[in-house]
Nanobody, 123 residues
Framework: QVQLVESGGGLVQAGGSLRLSCAAA????????MGWFRQAPGKEREFVAA????????HYGDSVKGRFTISRDNAKNRVYLQMNSQKPEDTAVYYC????????????????WGQGTQVTVSS
C-alpha cells in the first residue's frame, strides 16, 4: 500500500509556471507507475501525465503535451509535474495516483490516490 500527498498548487497567471510534487509513503514506491490527473468543476477527471516505474517512459494528455513534464525521484519517493505556459483552462484540482506495472492513462487502472491540490490559472 502507498499513501500519496500532493503539494505545490496555487494561483498563477496565464503563461506562468508551477511545479507540483507528490510524496509517497511506503517502501514500494519504485514498483508503481505514477500518474497525474486533474478535475475541473463540473467536468470529468482528465488524464494529464504518467511515468513508468523507472522513469524511462512517459505519456501525456493532448491538452498538456509540450507544456507539462512529469518526472520522478525513486530515492526520494516523489513524483513531480512541471507545468509551463499555463492557461486558464489548466485550472483544476490535480491528483497524483499510483498504479501497478506499466504507464496507464485510465483512472480506474490506478489503485491509490492523493487528496489533490488546487491549481488556479488567472487570465
Amino acid at each position: 500500500q502507498v499513501q500519496l500527498v500532493e503539494s505545490g498548487g496555487g494561483l498563477v497567471q496565464a503563461g506562468g509556471s508551477l511545479r507540483l510534487s507528490c510524496a509517497a509513503a511506503g517502501r514500494t514506491f519504485s514498483t508503481y507507475a505514477m500518474g497525474w490527473f486533474r478535475q475541473a468543476p463540473g467536468k470529468e477527471r482528465e488524464f494529464v501525465a504518467a511515468i513508468s516505474r523507472s522513469g524511462t517512459s512517459t505519456h501525456y494528455g493532448d491538452s498538456v503535451k509540450g507544456r507539462f513534464t512529469i518526472s520522478r525521484d525513486n530515492a526520494k519517493n516523489r513524483v513531480y509535474l512541471q507545468m509551463n505556459s499555463q492557461k486558464p483552462e489548466d485550472t483544476a484540482v490535480y491528483y497524483c495516483a499510483a498504479g501497478p506495472g506499466i504507464v496507464r492513462v485510465l483512472d480506474h487502472e490506478y489503485s491509490y490516490w492523493g487528496q489533490g491540490t488546487q491549481v488556479t490559472v488567472s487570465s
